[in-house]
């Protein structure tokens, strides 16, 4: 878990947001990392990031 947010954030920057991200905008507002309850430390525990996106026009 301590490297898996950072991980994912690298992943979409550098992988996703260059080719598909590229038919969207971020619309202004906050990105999130959610946490879901539970134990952080379980194989099974599942948290994310949100990033408010639109569609470029």
């Given at each position: 878990m301590p490297?898996?947010?950072q991980s994912?954030?690298?992943r979409v920057?550098?992988?996703w947001y260059p080719g598909e991200g590229q038919k969207?905008?971020?619309n202004g507002n906050a990105m999130l990392e959610v946490y879901a309850a539970?134990?952080?430390q379980s194989p099974d525990y599942e948290c994310g990031i949100?990033?408010?996106?639109?569609e470029k026009v």
């Open positions: 490297n898996s947010l994912l954030n690298d920057w550098k992988e969207y905008q971020r539970g134990d952080m949100w990033i408010p996106l639109q």
